[in-house]
């Protein structure tokens, strides 16, 4: 088969030279927002889905929670294991498979580390995984960017100057999907990498977490849990349970 994107571009070290201002201080508000809301007792037991390096996972444990990390990227992975001990564990994992059944009290796919795929059944298959891990009670928290803002200001050519580094980004839409292009050249040799996520909207997820079995309990807007405004809000963030417990 042949190699899709995201094992390219996540693999790579210029993906954490291009997003290095990815803020811990915001990822830490979000979790602690989060912490407040969903209230989970000591030790209770965390599904970090698509956990990249596993800024948040190390923060959760921190707080005293049992957490698992999971990410398709082996050099992520390597990294997050400088960080495990007896309460955190990380894997190098597709989300697509089930890893524990009923095991979970939280899932959390957090950052859009979502819309990858290129078929709806990858992503309910997915969705399914998610929902198979919890146990009966559980509570999978998913986090988008909010695409009606993103169209609406989608900058379609820019360049991002970075530890000497130029990357050229261009981005538009093909196929209902969001396709950025990221081009550069350092130490002499040409890089191209692209990300393709699908362009979700609050009624495609509906559908989706309808076809996987899950239903909503709340949705916001941004990482102070504020309201969700399709035109205003950043993020698309969805508190869901399972539809039969």
Known sequence: ???KWYQNWFNSPYYHILYHQRNDEEAEFFIDNLCALLKPVKNTRILDIACGRGRHSVYLNKKGYDVTGIDLSYSNIKFAKQFENETLH??????RHLLNIRYFDIALNLFTSFGYFETERDHVNALKTFRKSLKPDGVMVLDYFNVQKILKNLTRQEVKHIDGIDFNISKKIVNEKIVKTISFETRGKDYHFKEEVKAFSLSDFERLFELSGFKIEATYGDYSLG???EIKSDRLIFICKKADA
Do not use: A, L, S, T
Not at 90 to 95: C, N
């Open 1 to 3: 088969m042949p190699i």
């Open 227 to 229: 309201d969700f405004n």
């Open 90 to 95: 990380f894997f190098e994992h597709d989300m």
